[in-house]
Nanobody
C-alpha cells in the first residue's frame, strides 16, 4: 500500500494550492479518505474527510469555505483545493486512510 502526496509549496497569505494524493496497492474506491496536517511544533490534526463515493465531505471549522476535498476514483487520486490560505495553515499535509496510515506528506508554507 502506498500513498504519495504532492502539490505543496510556499505561498503568500490569500493564495491557493492544490494538493494531490495518488494511492496504489489498496482498494481506494472502497475507502473513506482524509487529509490531516501537522503544524510546526504541534501534533497531527484532522483537516477534511470524504466518503468512498465522494458524496459526503466534512471539514474542520477553521477551513470550512476555504478548502475543498474531492477524489477521482478512476485515477485513485485524492485532492485538497486550498484557497484563501492563512499562516495558520502552515504544516505538513498528509493523505490518510481511516486507520491513520498515511503517506510521506507534502509541506505547505504560508508566509509573506
Amino acid at each position: 500500500e502506498q500513498l504519495v502526496e504532492s502539490g505543496g509549496g510556499l505561498v503568500q497569505p490569500g493564495g491557493s494550492l492544490r494538493l494531490s494524493c495518488v494511492a496504489s496497492g489498496l482498494p481506494f474506491s472502497d475507502l473513506y479518505m482524509k487529509w490531516v496536517r501537522q503544524p510546526p511544533g504541534k501534533g497531527l490534526e484532522w483537516v477534511s474527510g470524504i466518503s468512498a463515493d465522494g458524496g459526503t465531505t466534512t471539514y474542520r471549522n477553521s477551513v470550512k469555505g476555504r478548502f475543498t476535498i474531492s477524489r477521482d476514483n478512476a485515477k485513485n487520486t485524492l485532492y485538497l483545493q486550498m484557497n484563501s490560505l492563512q499562516t495558520e495553515d502552515t504544516g505538513v499535509y498528509y493523505c490518510a486512510k481511516a486507520s491513520g496510515a498515511r503517506g510521506q506528506g507534502t509541506q505547505v508554507t504560508v508566509s509573506s
